[in-house]
C-alpha cells in the first residue's frame, strides 16, 4: 500500500531564510508524487507534481522538489522565504493500482517569521 | 478557463439529516474525485468518477455516495448525518482518470449539529 510521512507539523523559518519541507513516501510502484498548499479557508493548490521524467522538479512561486529514489523522498525546498508563504502544505502520492486516488500526508504548517 | 466550482460553500445541518454537495469540475476535465479534510484525520479520499463510473472507492460508510452527470459534473450525498461528518469536502477534477494531477475546488464546509 502507498503512504506518504511527512516529518514536521509545524516549521517556523524567518522571511529570507531557506524553507525545506520534508516528504518521505512508500509505494511498491513507481509513484506520482505531488506538493499542494492550502490558504486559509481555501482548496488545494498544486505547487509542482513528479511523474518520472527529470528528478528535480521546478514548480510555482519559487518552490522545487527533489525525487531521491533510494531515500524514498520528496522534499519541497524554497530558497528564500517569503511571508506569502506561510500556509499548509502537503505532499501526496498516486499510482499503480490506486488509480487517481491521492494519498496525502499529515500536512506541514509553515509559518515565516518577519 | 473557469477552475472547479463547488456548491455551496458552506452548510449546516443537523444529526440524522442529509446533504447533498455539488461540482462542476474544470470544462473538458472528465474525472472527478472527492475528498474529507478533518483536523484528525487529515485528507481522505472518498470516490472518483470518470465517465459517470465510480472508478474508485475509500474507506467511508455506505452513507457516503456520489455519482456524475454526462457533463461530468458531480454530486455526492451524505445520509443520516452524524457529528463526526463535519468536515471541508473538497471536490478534485482532472483531464483523464488515474494517477495525473487533480485541480481542487475551494471545498464545501460542513457542519453538522
Known amino acids: 500500500a502507498q503512504s506518504v510521512t511527512q516529518l514536521g507539523s509545524h516549521v517556523s523559518v524567518s522571511e529570507g531564510a531557506l524553507v525545506l519541507l520534508r516528504c518521505n513516501y512508500s509505494?511498491?510502484?513507481?509513484?506520482?508524487l505531488f506538493w499542494y498548499v492550502q490558504y486559509p479557508n481555501q482548496g488545494l493548490q498544486l505547487l509542482l507534481k513528479?511523474?518520472?521524467?527529470?528528478?528535480l522538479v521546478k514548480g510555482i512561486n519559487g518552490f522545487e522538489a527533489e525525487f531521491k529514489k533510494s531515500e524514498t523522498s520528496f522534499h519541497l525546498t524554497k530558497p528564500s522565504a517569503h511571508m506569502s508563504d506561510a500556509a499548509e502544505y502537503f505532499c501526496?502520492?498516486?499510482?499503480?493500482?490506486?488509480?487517481?486516488?491521492?494519498?496525502f500526508g499529515q500536512g506541514t504548517e509553515l509559518s515565516v517569521k518577519p | 478557463k473557469a477552475g472547479v466550482t463547488q456548491t455551496p460553500r458552506y452548510l449546516i445541518k443537523t444529526r440524522g439529516q442529509q446533504v447533498t454537495l455539488s461540482c462542476s469540475p474544470i470544462?473538458?476535465?472528465?474525472?472527478v474525485s472527492w475528498y474529507q479534510q478533518t483536523p484528525g484525520q487529515g485528507l481522505q479520499f472518498l470516490f472518483e468518477?470518470?465517465?459517470?463510473?465510480?472508478?474508485n472507492k475509500g474507506n467511508f460508510p455506505g452513507r457516503f455516495s456520489g455519482r456524475q452527470f454526462s457533463n461530468s459534473r458531480s454530486e455526492m450525498n451524505v445520509s443520516t448525518l452524524e457529528l463526526g461528518d463535519s468536515a471541508l469536502y473538497l471536490c478534485?477534477?482532472?483531464?483523464?482518470?488515474?494517477?495525473?494531477?487533480?485541480?481542487f475546488g475551494p471545498g464545501t464546509r460542513l457542519t453538522v449539529l
Open positions: 470544462s473538458g476535465h472528465r474525472s
Open positions: 468518477y470518470f465517465s459517470e463510473t465510480q472508478r
Open positions: 513528479y511523474t518520472s521524467a527529470a528528478t
Open positions: 509505494s511498491s510502484v513507481p509513484p506520482y
Open positions: 501526496a502520492v498516486s499510482g499503480g493500482n490506486q488509480g487517481g486516488k491521492l494519498i
Open positions: 478534485a477534477s482532472s483531464l483523464l482518470a488515474g494517477g495525473n494531477e487533480q485541480f
